[in-house]
């Protein structure tokens, strides 16, 4: 899902623009070529760099501190998204159909503080994808996906920014919006009870990690075998880290999200469903964090308090 570009240099847009939604025509379903919807997708394939000398003849005692170093596959990669950065947009050879080259700003703010990350084109996905070794990409489906990747990156960042709201000032802040469950803390949010400020966080960079499962993935699988009829479910197809800039107090800390992303069974009219969990980290203050809202809503409801104010409101 992490196909954000941040190659020099940067185009900025100061007005974010809703992505693009998924053609009318488009069956519902995630074009099959997309490596990212594929829980058993393919290994990336590059074409190897040469590395042979321009000299046919090496003399056997050449020292080999002399000898170039061949540069590592991550080398080549952004280490912002761990995608290339130099792809143009021109288009690839033997391709058929034109693809757009515009490329569309996201509502996700930089870490940087540079503008908002971009979204690549459809030529540039294209590119990437053709770079990767899916040479098979049926051309006339890029642009559903990228509208799916878009889609889903706006997704996931609304639910980033949703935990921030709550935790951005700290735990105590946290449970005050805890304590009345996911509803009541809605709520509060709807009605512009938050009367502090919580600074916007931005993101930084991120990775994909669609072959590693994340272990709260890996426990609903193995939940999913002993309880199917609650439990079973596909495993994600994807498996996304977000590195998020949080200040508070005028200080800034990295927060790590991990997201998993699963796939549901389609609507009636074709269009497809898709399920992110989205939460930070395990570490420390991120544990109690998940705590406080896993927990707070459990207390809220088990111990009948919805019922109560309802009925004190009535």
């Known amino acids: ?23 009318a025509g488009s069956d519902g379903r995630p074009p099959p070529a997309c490596p990212m919807h594929k829980s058993s997708a393919p290994a990336a394939v590059t074409a ?26 991550r080398s ?3 280490p912002l ?18 693809l757009p080259t515009e490329r569309e700003p996201s509502t996700i703010p930089r870490g940087s503080g540079e503008g908002n990350w971009e979204y690549p084109s459809p030529q540039q996905m294209y590119n990437a994808l053709l770079r990767k070794g899916f040479t098979d990409t049926d051309v006339t489906a890029v642009e559903d996906m990228v ?6 990156n706006e997704g996931a960042w609304a639910e980033i920014v949703e935990w921030e709201r709550r ?18 803390s809605m709520a509060s949010a709807d009605m512009g009870l938050d009367v502090d400020h919580v600074p916007q966080p931005s993101l930084m960079r991120f990775m ?8 709260k993935a890996f426990m609903i699988q193995v939940m999913g075998k002993i309880y199917p009829s609650a439990f079973g479910t596909e495993p994600p197809f994807d498996r996304h880290d977000w590195f998020v800039q949080r200040e508070h107090n005028g200080k800034k800390q990295e927060i790590r999200y991990v997201i998993d992303y699963y796939s549901g069974p389609p609507e009636p009219t074709g269009e497809p469903v898709f399920y992110l969990d989205v939460r930070p980290a395990v570490t420390p203050t991120q544990a109690v964090e998940r705590l406080m809202r896993w927990g707070g809503d459990v207390w809220y409801r088990a111990s009948g308090a919805a019922l109560h104010e309802s009925a004190t409101t009535n």
């Not at 590395?51 to 003849?57: G, M």
Request: proline letters at 11%.
């Open 208 to 215: 994909g990690r669609p072959k590693e499962m994340t272990p």
């Open 48 to 73: 190897p760099s040469s590395t042979e000398s321009a000299c046919p003849y090496t003399p056997p005692n050449a020292s080999k501190v002399d000898e170039p170093k061949p540069s590592s596959k």
């Open 76 to 78: 080549k990669y952004n």
């Open 147 to 152: 509208s799916v990747h878009n889609f889903l």
């Open 167 to 184: 935790f951005g000032q700290g735990l105590s802040k946290g449970w005050q919006n805890c304590k009345r469950g996911e509803a009541g």
């Open 81 to 98: 998204n761990y995608m290339f950065s130099d792809l143009s947009q021109d288009k690839s050879e033997n391709q058929a159909v034109a």
């Open 1 to 23: 899902m992490g196909w954000f570009w941040a190659e020099s240099p940067i185009i900025e847009s100061s007005i974010p623009k809703i992505p693009h939604a998924i053609s």
